[in-house]
């Protein structure tokens, strides 16, 4: 009899009746000639399938082996130690592909860092990796539902550009059509132009950086989810960072309770308000701590000193929770960065720190002054030529407006207790590696 088919996920309404269900055989066990257990995965779950002596002796029951895809078909029964509490008994099934019995030598637990990597293909099929790129796609669903719940619009950005925004030393350049042309660094720029057009908007782009070091943290191609307000103050801008971070985080703890836990048991939703620490505060921290920027001759952090990544964590870490970190001293960010009314050597940037794994944004008021913008890419060196739709926004109705970037793949570290940053995307770049 023809059973309707169903994915893994809906089948605890289903219980008690006869379906069938394609998948992957996740783990495969047998009991002597009169029983086996298989467990199947098709993507949305795990179904427990037990398979009596009828079934053990099809034709084809000796080429199922993990990974190998099948059709189960039989009766849904509930069992509360069975994954999602139902399992199959099955009375019909069929092989669809084979799997090659090499496979345990691709990818097991003992395989070093790299050869995970190089059967990345092969490894996301397992429990974590695939929770892991689950979680992620809920996550950006949440993030672009928080977006969309307030009326920002959505737009895409192009990846092949003529400017840079973070600094030359991390470009990728190309050669378009016999044009130099870099990947880009951030879409910062172009939302900034879009903001007369469509108001509140924010993007979901890869951003490309040469990054010249192997961290825990830094990938050469990440998912940078960007936004740009018009017509807000810095306060508004803190004040919407720490609600999306706070609105996501509790959507995501509410939802997939269970599923988080399982990689990150210690999560807990972040304590509101976030700590707000100056630039100057942070490197008062860093002093009292004893941090040093040359431990060899105990070299203190001084105003004017970037803070590297190693500081950071450690600052945040003994803290212990979010933190706002403000005020950035012009001198050492991008050439777009509003300066402080009360202070023009700082800017009104900011930070967002998470324990485990420091900086997950970075975001602004923009200089929105047409003079002097100008004035800064004079102080960069950068020539303004190439930017002169970016200086346009400026020309024709400028107003205050702010924006900033988050890491994706950041963020996931640091809710789903990632300890490096390849494991929070689906096949990393980094220096040194562009496959799979
Ligand atoms: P970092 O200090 O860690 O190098 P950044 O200050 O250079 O980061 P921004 O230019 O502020 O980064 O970009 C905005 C956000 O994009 C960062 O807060 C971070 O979450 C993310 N990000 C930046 N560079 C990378 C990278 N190489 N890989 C992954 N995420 C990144
Ligand atoms: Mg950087
Ligand atoms: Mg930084
Ligand atoms: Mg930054």
Redesign the pocket.
């Given at each position: 009899t023809p059973a309707p088919a169903f994915k893994i996920h809906t089948l605890q309404l289903h219980a008690t009746q006869r379906v069938s269900v394609f998948g992957w055989v996740h783990q495969f066990r047998q009991q002597g000639a009169k029983l086996a257990f298989v467990v199947l995965r098709d993507g949305t779950g795990f179904l427990q399938c037990v398979l009596g002596a009828p079934m053990i002796q099809s034709v084809d029951f000796p080429k199922i082996s993990r990974e190998a895809s099948v059709r189960m078909v039989g009766t849904l029964r509930l069992e509360a130690r069975a994954p999602g509490g139902v399992e199959l008994a099955v009375d019909y099934w069929e092989l669809i592909g084979t799997s090659a019995p090499d496979l345990e030598t691709k990818a097991n637990a003992d395989s070093l860092p790299d050869q995970l990597l190089n059967n990345r293909h092969i490894v996301i099929r397992g429990e974590t990796s695939s929770s892991v790129l689950r979680m992620r796609s809920r996550m950006l669903f949440e993030l672009r539902k928080f977006f969309f719940e307030r009326h920002f619009e959505e737009v895409t950005c192009p990846t092949i550009v003529q400017t840079q925004c973070?600094g030359g030393s991390t470009l990728f350049p190309l050669t378009y059509y016999g044009e130099p042309a870099y990947l880009t660094q951030s879409s910062q720029l172009y939302l900034e132009t879009v903001i007369p057009a469509l108001g509140d908007v924010f993007t979901v782009m890869p951003s490309y950086r040469a990054e010249k070091s192997l961290t825990r943290r830094h990938l050469a191609e990440y998912t940078h989810f960007e936004a740009e307000m018009p017509f807000i103050s810095f306060e508004n801008l803190l004040q919407t960072l720490e609600d999306m971070i706070c609105t996501v985080v509790e959507r995501m703890l509410t939802q997939y309770h269970d599923e988080i836990h399982l990689l990150n048991p210690e999560i807990a939703l972040p304590p509101r308000p976030f700590l707000r620490m100056t630039y100057a505060d942070a490197i008062r921290w860093l002093q009292e701590h004893e941090v040093w920027k040359e431990p060899e001759t105990k070299t203190p952090y001084t105003y004017g000193d970037d803070i590297p990544e190693k500081p950071e964590r450690f600052m945040v870490d003994t803290i212990g929770r979010p933190i706002f970190m403000t005020r950035f001293p012009l001198a050492i960010k991008a050439f777009y960065m509003k300066k402080c009314p009360d202070n023009p050597i700082e800017t009104e940037s900011v930070?967002v720190l998470m324990p485990g794994i420091g900086?997950i944004?970075?975001g602004s008021m923009r200089n929105h002054d047409l003079e002097d913008l100008i004035r800064q890419y004079q102080a960069n060196g950068i020539p303004p030529e190439k930017y002169y739709w970016y200086i346009d926004q400026r020309k024709y109705g400028t107003c205050p407006h702010g924006g900033f970037?988050l890491g994706v793949e950041r963020l996931i570290c640091w809710l789903l207790k990632q300890e490096h940053i390849r494991t929070a995307c689906l096949y990393p770049r980094y220096m040194g590696r562009a496959t799979p």
């Open positions: 973070e930070d900086e944004v970075g970037g």
